[in-house]
């Protein structure tokens, strides 16, 4: 009976490691959809996606916007750094980079937390941008630990067709 049990279960536990490690690439989460304005995103981390919506869906950005985002962490945040490039003809050109836990100063909740912990973050953020450009771009976020383990990835893909009459 143990034999004939492994036999159906082996090809079952072969086909998952098969799937899981196979993975290239995580779908695409739309975030925004409208006639005139796209916004998706897609986990960079070839080992883990990630949950985040965001609130508004227009090219017209309020100061803040209220974000969500949720994740099971894989390394341990001692200390955190956000970095936002943008996608120039194929290169990636760094816009912002910034420490936001610090081993002796946690400014967030999730400063501090351990491998495997769950980590929810919602609150409004300052988005420093008031109105997104007329085309197609594509800006990667980045966050990574003190031993430069990835925390979060996500490249986010933008579309708005609207032009805007000065």
């Known amino acids: 009976m143990g034999t004939m049990k492994t036999l159906k279960v082996a090809p079952l536990i072969f086909l998952l490691i098969w799937t899981v490690t196979s993975i290239t ?22 080992r883990q996606d990630f949950a985040f919506s965001f609130d508004g869906c227009s090219n017209v950005l309020p100061q803040t916007a209220n974000i969500r985002i949720g994740t099971i962490l894989r390394h341990p945040i001692r200390e955190l750094t956000v970095d936002v490039s943008l996608a120039i003809n194929g290169k990636k050109v760094p816009v912002y980079s910034k420490k936001i836990c610090e081993r002796d100063h946690p400014q967030f909740s999730f400063c501090g937390k351990k491998k495997g912990e769950y980590v929810y973050y919602e609150a409004p953020i300052d988005l420093g941008v008031h109105e997104i450009p007329q085309g197609d771009f594509n ?15 996500a490249d986010f893909t933008v579309r708005n067709l609207e032009e805007r009459l000065s």
């Open 25 to 46: 690439r995580w779908p695409s989460h739309t975030i925004c959809k409208t006639d005139n304005l796209e916004v998706k995103y897609r986990s960079c981390d070839r």
């Open 139 to 153: 800006v990667t976020v980045e966050m990574f630990n003190e031993d430069h383990q990835t925390i979060i990835c």
